[in-house]
């Protein structure tokens, strides 16, 4: 067998593979030699048919069995000789494989990167501390009575806040009749929230009961239904009904929906801070975790295979289109399920750290503890009201225990890495940790 090995640039690889009809036409004599012995042909008994007829009859069968086993191993064997690590099958072009001139192919195909790890001593990551104030509980308590409030119907004009019930509506501009989704009846709406499009609930303040409002409004130029985008829309509206919010108050009723059963404001007040300790304390792993990551990718330049950032990105838009069907919208607004390119730049992002991960796991000799997988199986279940039956199922899948050990393998390289980094300390609050969008995008607004 003959190979040569072509860089046409970057990592994709080409060999040319030339194999002899000798090594060809041996292993066709055998495969030949083995259907004689059971074959069956008309006036022969079984192992008694001449060679020239078994090959009249079989000969072209088994030269092509042949042929596709002959091209899978010596691309096998050729990828060993060089020490290449293909990402995927390769493209398989053009074949030579007349009767007497052997087999001819060129393979193409990408290769992983060599990935080179820097000093993890040059790394530099915050290592974020959160301390719990008095007033990070008064505003959590907050938070939970505004869950938990009910809804009061009044007779006065609305006001932000206030949830009103309508029915409604809304023909395009030009149109006579109701545009497709346009229309809703018992519909709840609080205004202030900022549901609907800009202007439509600023219309209903001041409304009453029973009052029918007409709204004249245009849908935005960037709007997602590109049908709708920037066209006038009329809304005729019907309120029928306007409801003020009343908070619960802090008693005994209140705190047992917490398992407080004492009925002291204290006892809740010091189990919501136990919650908080909690969530602030996986949010504080999860952003340093994201901290030490990021750092690390940004610290390695690597040139990355190409079918790998496509698949991911595939995966990426897959994954995005069901989450929208399962909030029953419809993927097709998103456009065409091929069109993967505005996923290419975070699933290069996902390739790269990837491979990252994968050569310190490798180095470092890191392994998924069983003992440290069941934990986290144990952490995830611990949610569920019948966590035994969730711990069982993912014992009883493979694959999905695998989904865990990944978890547990890359939290053990995380651990590994910030051991030989430089971490530094800094403080911040438990909104800006929670809500670091919403806190965001206050300061973006000028608020504080």
């Known amino acids: 067998m003959q190979v040569s090995l072509e860089q046409p640039g970057g990592l994709e690889r080409r060999l040319r593979i030339d194999v002899p009809e000798e090594h060809i036409a041996s292993q066709i004599k055998t495969r030949l030699q083995s259907v004689a012995r059971t074959a069956r042909v008309d006036g022969f008994r079984p192992g008694k048919v001449p060679a020239r007829i078994i090959e009249r009859q079989f000969g072209a069968r088994v030269r092509n069995e042949v042929i596709s086993e002959v091209l899978r191993s010596s691309f096998t064997e050729a990828v060993d000789t060089h020490q290449l690590r293909p990402v995927t099958d390769p493209v398989i072009e053009p074949v030579g494989a007349d009767a007497g001139q052997g087999l001819s192919f060129t393979a193409t195909f990408e290769v992983f990167p060599d990935v080179v790890l820097q000093p993890f001593e040059s790394l530099q990551v915050e290592r974020p501390q959160c301390e719990i104030t008095e007033a990070d509980v008064d505003k959590m308590v907050g938070v939970l009575r505004e869950q938990a409030k009910d809804w009061v119907e009044v007779e006065r004009a609305a006001i932000d806040g206030d949830r009103l019930t309508l029915d409604f509506t809304g023909t395009l501009e030009g149109e006579t009749e109701p545009f497709e989704n346009g229309s809703a009846k018992d519909f709840p709406l609080v205004l202030g929230q900022g549901r609907m499009i800009e202007g439509f609930e600023a219309a209903l303040l001041g409304a009453t009961a029973a009052e029918q409002r007409t709204l004249n409004l245009s849908f935005p130029a960037e709007y997602q239904k590109a049908d709708l985008a920037g066209r006038g829309v009329c809304f005729a509206v ?54 030490v990551l990021e750092s690390l990718r940004d610290k390695h330049e690597m040139e990355l295979p190409k079918a790998l950032v496509r698949a991911e990105a595939t995966r990426m838009n897959q994954e995005m289109r069901r989450t929208f069907a399962m909030r029953g919208i419809d993927p097709a607004q998103l456009g065409s399920g091929e069109d993967v390119s505005g996923f290419e730049a975070p699933a290069s992002k996902r390739v790269k750290l990837g491979l990252l991960m994968a050569e310190i796991i490798k180095q470092a000799g890191i392994t998924a503890q069983p003992a440290k997988v069941r934990a986290r199986v144990e952490m995830l279940a611990g949610s569920y009201e019948q966590p035994e039956a969730l711990v069982k199922w993912y014992y009883e899948d493979p694959r999905r225990l695998q989904e865990i050990e990944g978890v547990v393998l890359e939290e053990e390289a995380v651990r590994w890495v910030s051991e030989r980094a430089q971490v530094a300390p800094v403080s911040i609050s438990f909104d800006d940790l929670m809500n670091p969008r919403q806190t965001a995008a206050e300061t973006a607004n000028g608020e504080t």
């Open 238 to 291: 019907t309120v029928k009904k306007v409801e003020e919010s009343r908070l619960p108050e802090l008693d005994h009723d209140f705190f047992q929906r917490f398992g407080v059963e004492d009925g002291q404001l204290a006892s809740f007040r010091a189990e919501v801070s136990a919650n908080m300790e909690r969530e602030r304390d996986r949010a504080l792993e999860r952003k340093f975790n994201s901290a």
